[in-house]
């Protein structure tokens, strides 16, 4: 069997539960079998209106959660753990951007291309001081999400502060459903190959495997694969996609559980189909996190790729995604990604081997400074 054709899935996260997790499980499956029994989990105040059961069991483990101090581990409800789930599969409702907490402050880590948040013209980076008014101080990403989600056709104002502004602005961005595509491809016309990942989500190993078949057939020698603005999505799929590239064996990335628990290593699978005559360039930027830092990290480690574009996102941490019960689920932070060298990502992110900057006037006129150096590299 060809192996550009070889049957390969990973969807799951590996679960790996530290001490905070194990108390947490034991609190939810206390209470959630209360339950199920029908019963109340906590007696309401006198006088006070009773919460249904569910509502205060779940503020309960977000207590929990938000006690870590981490602004990657949250607790997600039955509403929350739904969306996270259409998020991951690529379609959903909303504006279409990651965020996450970043020093204490509501941070855009990246809009997706063609979004309402890309057309309205956030960027990575950009802080979210308010959102409908309602300030964002202290709040935690999953409370965000809520926030900022709606029904398509409506509108959500967030107050935004960028680097080298003195004053935030206003950003008002319509709601609409969000099909994020994954994976496209562009066969140029002077015999460059692009390939553009936009999230790693369940079925991207199977989509880049289609990316890549269209490069071979194409007879092309000279390939661009664009991780900007990706945030990232599951590790398997970037270990996965790696393994196009790598002899079976090489490391690519490393969870390190700083001795709490064994290490483990993430090794490719061996695909490995393409020779020296591959000439291939990686465009990075500030919106590249997780997954596309480590898909970056590994190329370049091996001599694959050269990195083009500007400092990553920095996000060296691991997330694992644990059931709690059917409905809801804990996003936990358990370790820190390490490199094929075992250094960690840093936290101002990879710096790319050709640094180009892109300008809000090359935006407006639509050209791409980034995507020329790649062209002129891949060309030499």
Known sequence: M???????????LHVRIMVIAGIVLAVAGFFTGYIAAGKSAVLPIIGQEAQPPGERVWGMIEGLAASLNDPYSFFLPPVESQQFNSDMSGSFEGVGMEIAV?????TIVSPLKGTPAYKAGLKSGDQILKINGTDTHGIDASAAVKLIRGPQGTNVTLTILRVGWSEPKDFKVMRDVIDVPTVTT?????????????????????????ALREFVQSDDSKLILDLRGNPGGYLDA???MASWFLPSGAVVVTEDYAGHSSNIVHRSLGYDIFNKNLKMVILVDKGSASASEILADALRYYGVAKLVGV??????????LIEITPETSLKLTVARWLGPDGKQIPREGIVPDVKVEMSEKDVKEKLDPQLDKAVELVNK
């Open 2 to 12: 060809n192996p550009l054709f070889k049957e390969h899935h990973h969807k799951t």
């Open 102 to 106: 970043r020093d204490q402050i509501l």
């Open 186 to 210: 562009t066969a140029r016309p002077d015999g460059i190959f692009v390939i553009q990942v936009y999230t790693f989500t369940s079925n991207s190993p199977e989509l880049f495997r289609g």
């Open 238 to 240: 970037a270990v996965s």
């Open 311 to 320: 400092n990553t996102f920095g996000k060296g941490s691991v997330q694992e």
